[in-house]
């Protein structure tokens, strides 16, 4: 497979680099692999950070800024960063009023941010930890006890980032970040296998004409293969599964996620097909994001994600944001 790469041991290092140079805004710390707000720490203000392994650009990096993440710490490709990214992200960010760690359902994250947390304790930092668990697809899967982490950490890292903004304690931050991910749900489907770079070639096999529904970030195994479906029939399986998990008594924040190698075109498209489910359903929209969020590299694919929202999360989530992969009301 041909990548837009140098070599596979410094893709990560590479890419940290072009972000520095690309964002100003943010202090990159390419040896170290911690990316932060230039104007960390703020005084007072309860500091968010995020992580995991690289390859689901924008996830985590692109998030950093105001009215989101503080910090965010890369691993290599699909691989948990290391306690002490963590804790150096941590103090980096800790103005003190606590940090909270936003972690997603895999054992290598959980573990590490687990051991990160004691470890910033002992210096003196206040840490609260919330796992993000809402892919509905498989309740155990290769990388994970219970349910993996997906799109609702956007959501999370968005809701409780503006919270945070508002000078809400770290209680109060952690409060909102574990109610979003409880409000939330997600479905992803496989078009194709994504490509690492230190493989060069599919992770797995997906024959021609074939789909895999309720694939996970890192390409593990979904519920079932089928042969390839409409826009409209893939949607119908989508939010069959995550409307038998959640039941919507209040408007929804609908992500339509693209997983790195499905144009806007097909995603627009597809979001269409999901309007019309969710209506169809009696499902109310309150908000829709479209777009390359939380990907898996060059996979073709789409997952989505639902998450009901009242008066106060839906304010949070309109409130400004200004990161590299979400931006607006600034």
Known sequence: MKMLINTPETVVADALRGMAAAHPELAVDVENRVIARRDAPVAGKVA??????????????????????????PGEVFTSPVPDQMVRAAAAVDGGAGVLFVVKNYTGDVLNFEMAA??????????????????????????????RGTGATLFVEKIAGAAAERGRPLEEVEAVARRVNGNSRSFGVALSACTTPAKGSPTFDLPEGELELGIGIHGEPGRERRPM?????????????????????????????????????????????VQRVLAERGVAVARTLVGNHVTSLDMAGVSVTLCTVDEELLALWDAPVSTPGLRWGR
Request: a negative charge; charged letters at 20%.
């Open 229 to 273: 479906m409409t826009s409209a029939g893939i949607a119908e399986a989508a939010l069959d599964a995550v409307l038998a998990d959640l039941a919507p008594r209040e408007p929804v924040l609908v992500l339509v996620n693209g997983m790195g190698g499905t144009p806007l075109l097909e995603l627009y498209g597809f979001n269409a097909e």
């Open 118 to 147: 004691e470890l910033a304790e002992e210096e003196g930092i206040r840490v609260a930890r919330v796992l993000v668990d809402d892919d509905v697809a498989v309740t155990d899967s290769l990388y994970t006890a219970g349910r």
């Open 48 to 73: 968010l950070v995020s992580g995991g392994g690289s390859g689901h650009e924008p996830l985590h990096g692109g998030f950093v800024g105001p009215g989101m993440l503080s910090a965010a710490c």
